[in-house]
């Protein structure tokens, strides 16, 4: 009896909550009477013109700037209509799972693009030196190609590098593995060439620019919407009109998504097939396959279908190059979209409590970072200890788990809170401004 009469004051205030926040207004605008020469805009914006234009500009900050490594190959593989279909739910899912992360967590894609661009600034000079040597283009779009996993060696035709003659005759009739085909990463690029298997193959950028997606026009788009939402926002703060929680957390994603166009400015985008780097004829040589085969992490299967697999998934996770980021990165970036949200610290909220919340987790996104740093550290501390490995894992797994979770928990709130405070809105926050007539999308 007592759930019950809980229940049913549950469910009656839910329905108080849903009545008050479906209080609606209309305004009312009068229409010429004759024939006019221009119409202005009405001076006001209604809830789903916030909504929309929010969202559009949400979706150019997480969408168009994913610069994916390239995925893996279908290579003749399910035949038919449910294989095609099959391949491209795995497509969609590729990209979709790390637009989810870009909505959740922004942060974590301008850290790994970062950390590419880092890796990639410093592994070029050593190629780029190689490349002059043999007279052929190297640019740091080259280095970032590869660092995706753009180029493969195969068996089975005649791109060769200049000067080297393979083992096997050309006439020869292919084995399974000749027709195999392998990722190169810097390292090995770098080991075949200095020990002279090969010489670099003459690839312009202008292929690698063939292969990319992105395209000014798509970025130019994609950078209005998001000027225009900060011009939006500063047009506002400075009429002193109210903006809703929503449009400060867009400013939250407009501020990762230029730094991370910026970053990706040399990055192929959306690359589906990988570049043929170097073919033989016939078997790829010995030497070549022993390097390819190496020591290296990334090379240590002979088997066709793991080797392809094992790099063809690779994502944004398996860029990393040995703590090529510095610490600083890892404390200021997660501040490039947390500080944003605190911009709304005294905003009115549905509820005190939800305000109180929002500032906590306001701060605790914006300090992830530095938590994060201190976790690490204590992580060291314990190591002094000298405890047992099962007790030092533990401790790491309940540690991270926890640090994750609230994480987690912290962003999924704001993300539902910017949406709730839509229907809690000041009156002035529906007055427009001029952004209101100015080109743009949503």
């Not at 916030?50 to 035949?79: E, K, M, Y």
């Not at 190297?138 to 590869?146: A, C, E, K, Q, R």
């Not at 094992?310 to 970036?333: I, R």
């Amino acid at each position: 009896m007592r759930s019950s009469s809980v229940c049913i004051l549950v469910l009656i205030w839910a329905y108080s909550q849903v009545a008050q926040a479906y209080t609606k207004f209309e305004p009312e605008c009068t229409n010429p009477e004759g024939v006019v020469n221009f119409v202005a805009s009405p001076p006001t914006r209604g809830t789903l013109d916030i909504l929309w234009s929010s969202l559009f500009t949400i979706f150019a900050c997480t969408w168009t700037i994913l610069h994916l490594n390239v995925p893996q190959q279908r290579d003749g593989q399910d035949p038919g209509t449910l294989g095609d279909l099959k391949w491209a739910t795995k497509a969609i899912w590729y990209k979709g799972k790390w637009m989810l992360v870009a909505v959740i967590a922004p942060e974590v894609i301008l850290f790994y693009a970062l950390e590419r661009l880092v890796s990639a600034r410093k592994q070029h000079p050593r190629i780029k030196k190689l490349a002059d040597a043999d007279q052929v283009p190297w640019t740091l779009t080259h280095t970032t190609f590869t660092i995706m996993g753009g180029f493969v060696v195969r068996g089975g035709s005649d791109r060769v590098g200049k000067g080297f003659t393979p083992e096997s005759p050309t006439t020869q009739t292919q084995s399974p593995a000749a027709k195999e085909w392998y990722i190169l990463d810097i390292d090995t690029i770098l080991e075949l060439r200095s020990g002279g298997h090969i010489v670099l193959p003459c690839i312009p950028e202008a292929e690698i620019d063939d292969h990319s997606k992105g395209d000014l026009l798509t970025k130019g788009i994609a950078a209005i919407q998001i000027l225009w939402a900060i011009a939006t926002a500063i047009t506002r703060a400075h009429l002193g009109l109210a903006i809703s929680v929503l449009e400060i957390s867009v400013l939250a994603f407009a501020a990762c998504a230029l730094l991370i166009y910026a970053v990706y400015w040399s990055s192929p985008k959306d690359v589906s097939v990988p570049i043929t780097f170097l073919q033989w004829p016939g078997a790829i040589p010995s030497p070549v396959m022993d390097i390819i085969l190496g020591p290296n992490p990334c090379h240590n299967s002979t088997s066709f279908q793991t080797k392809r697999k094992q790099k063809a998934t690779s994502n944004l996770d398996q860029n990393n190059e040995a703590g090529l980021v510095s610490n600083s990165s890892v404390l200021f970036v997660p501040l490039i979209f947390g500080a944003p949200h605190l911009l709304a610290w005294n905003f009115t909220f549905p509820t005190s409590a939800e305000g109180i919340l929002w500032r906590t987790t306001s701060i605790y996104c914006s300090l992830v970072g530095l938590i994060f740093y201190i976790c690490q550290e204590t992580h060291n501390i314990v190591l002094s200890l000298r405890l047992s490995g099962r007790v030092l894992t533990l401790l790491e797994d309940i540690s991270f788990g926890v640090f994750l979770v609230v994480y987690i928990l912290a962003r999924l709130f704001m993300i539902v809170e910017t949406f709730r405070t839509l229907l809690f809105l000041p009156p002035s926050a529906y007055i427009a401004t001029w952004t209101s007539s100015a080109p743009m999308f949503g």
